[in-house]
């Protein structure tokens, strides 16, 4: 991921917290550092892929916005994880799932619904994703073939969108100042489609992120 997407994002991150801080009517606001599990599967017809573990840290706050509603904005580091179904070119009969890494740069900017204020909440909004190449995790299967071509390389992928666009849901659940939360991201633009301005097989591709992430936050 390039020096300009990170400074991109944190300035973002910055713009919003400072609007955020303004809002805040009921003076509670709390930083927390969050750590999480996520499993990340790109939902395409294009290529043949399995849901993959990765990893998550990062930063939020919450804040009491009005009534039983909180405001959550957070920036979150992610190392994610796809594979990818491809075949040696010299025998076809050595087949398997080709692991790719995706590191990217999230803010998130999400309300909060109140079941049992500071306990038990609902979460929902936008996230922001900024994110560097699909890089394949082994030379050794730069040159496979992905399942359903006859050119297509697994390094003819790497290059993917680089800014993407996600909504998320979750529950959130434990103490004022620990808690555990479940979120679920669905991409809502197309993160293969920056494919398409290549010279590949495909000039088609079409494919949304989709990610569980299992985390745990400290607040101070």
């Known amino acids: 991921m390039s020096l300009k997407k990170i400074i991109f994002v944190i300035l973002t991150f910055l713009f919003i917290q400072q609007a955020f801080s303004q809002r805040n009517f009921d003076h509670y606001n709390r ?3 969050t750590a999480g599990y996520s499993l990340f599967d790109i939902s395409t017809s294009d290529l043949t892929t399995k849901q993959t573990g990765g990893l998550m840290l990062g930063f939020t706050t919450r804040g009491a916005f009005r ?3 909180d405001l959550i904005y957070g920036l979150n580091f992610l190392n994610t994880k796809v594979e990818v179904l ?15 890494t995706i590191p990217s740069v999230q803010i998130n900017f999400l309300g909060s619904y109140n079941i049992i204020k500071h306990h038990l909440s609902l979460e929902f909004g936008p996230v922001l994703n900024v994110n560097g190449k699909m890089k394949v995790d082994s030379e050794r299967y730069e040159d496979y073939i992905l399942d359903g071509y ?10 993917i969108s680089p800014v ?5 849901g979750g529950i959130t659940g434990g103490l004022e100042s620990f808690r555990a939360t479940v979120q679920y991201q669905y991409g809502v633009t197309n993160m293969l489609g920056k494919l398409n301005d290549k010279d590949l097989e495909n000039t088609d591709f079409k494919g949304n992120s989709s990610n569980i992430i299992f985390a745990l936050v400290v607040y101070f």
């Open 164 to 168: 993407n666009f996600l909504v998320a």
């Open 150 to 159: 006859d050119t297509l390389k697994a390094t003819d992928i790497e290059d």
């Open 31 to 33: 930083l927390g550092l």
């Open 86 to 100: 491809g075949s040696n070119p010299t025998s076809f009969t050595d087949t398997q799932y080709i692991e790719y």
């Open 67 to 69: 009534n039983n509603f």
